[in-house]
């Protein structure tokens, strides 16, 4: 049952929507360890649909330019995954599948056209195929997203996850990027605490300390400035690199020391943001309980619920340097 009142005052707007579609993984990144997920019993197709569609009729995206993506771990494991990208891009939604393009053949490159995906988001981490199939764990997996690039001109939007692997290259990349035509966008992020461990409720920031993590980190703040300084010089010349130039300057600080990063904002990811897990649970970030399932409520009523503020008004006081802070959500 649709409770207009309360979802107004839950004050929801959605300019981001996120749906794991599930979180096993054929890669063996570096920086995640999702690849040991082995989970069974993911969220049911039809529950995803009615979401979309409940979101879409209830007037709750802030505009018609709002994306859902559709991920994972690996969104190319299901086999309904451009089932649901036709349900939302029927409706004129702009749509996005995050993939790595490991398990893109020529049957996923007809479901890419067929289903009126609007964007393919895949990573990548250097333009030389020898360190970005490392850091993503398998051999191959840089091919497939040269193929992809190749394929689907217009609709490809990279992501380069800055790191000590490739705090040199980041200018060459977004070079590289600015003339290839074929390429989109282009969006840089730090890296962050690593996908897939449980944390135990210590903070996420105190990852770089775990020896298993520090070759990860960028270690030279000299030539991370540098190249930062010059990403932003191209940066400004750019038609495809969105990170703003804020953001970048933003970055330096947190290599710098991400214990000590200035908070300026609040965190306000709930007034705009919403996951749908892979089991089901609606939440605002990964560090929150869940609102509610959309396997035993519709999305509405979870939106509507008495749990949302609640939820909300913890947010506002939390101190992760979690990957909304650091990269989706940067404020201005
Ligand atoms: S970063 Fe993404 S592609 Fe890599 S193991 Fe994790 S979920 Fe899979
Ligand atoms: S800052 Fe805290 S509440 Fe906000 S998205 Fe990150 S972990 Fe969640």
Redesign the pocket.
């Known amino acids: 049952m649709l409770q207009g009142a309360d979802i107004e005052k839950n004050k929801i707007k959605l300019s981001y929507i996120h749906v794991v579609l599930t979180v096993n993984?054929?890669?063996?990144?570096k920086?995640?360890?999702?690849?040991k997920n082995n989970e069974q019993n993911e969220i049911e197709s039809e529950h995803i649909k009615a979401a979309i569609i409940a979101l879409y009729e209830n007037n709750l995206l802030v505009n018609d330019m709002v994306t859902i993506n559709f991920g994972?771990?690996?969104a190319l494991l299901r086999k309904d995954t451009f089932d649901l990208i036709k349900v939302a891009a029927e409706r004129n939604l702009s749509t996005a599948l995050c993939t790595?393009g490991y398990l893109y053949n020529a049957e996923v490159s007809k479901k890419i056209i067929d289903s009126g995906l609007k964007c393919i988001a895949l990573?990548l981490d250097s333009s030389d195929p020898k360190k970005h199939n490392y850091l993503?764990?398998v051999d191959g997996v840089f091919e497939k997203a040269m193929q992809i690039i190749q394929e689907h001109p217009g609709k490809v939007a990279l992501t380069c996850t800055i790191s000590e692997y490739n705090i040199d290259e980041v200018c060459k990349i977004a070079e590289w990027v600015e003339s290839n035509d074929n390429i989109a966008h282009l969006g840089f992020q730090a890296i962050v605490s690593p996908?897939?461990i449980n944390w135990e409720g210590a903070p996420r920031r105190e990852w770089i300390n775990r020896s298993e993590f520090t070759h990860l980190w960028p270690k030279d703040m000299k030539k991370v400035k540098n190249n930062i300084d010059k990403l932003i010089k191209i940066r400004n010349k750019s038609r495809k690199i969105y990170t703003t130039e804020k953001h970048l300057n933003f970055f330096k600080g947190y290599f710098e020391d991400p214990f000590k990063i200035c908070r300026n904002a609040k965190c306000r990811v709930g007034d705009n943001a919403v996951t749908i897990m892979n089991k089901g649970d609606v939440v605002f970030c990964h560090d929150n309980e869940p609102l509610g399932n959309i396997r035993t409520e519709g999305i509405i009523d979870i939106l509507s619920g008495p749990k949302v503020a609640q939820v909300k008004r913890k947010m506002l006081d939390c101190t992760q340097v979690c990957e909304f802070f650091v990269n989706c959500f940067f404020e201005e």
């Open positions: 993984c054929v890669l063996r990144c920086m995640c360890f999702n690849w994972g771990a690996e790595s990573p993503r764990g996908l897939g």
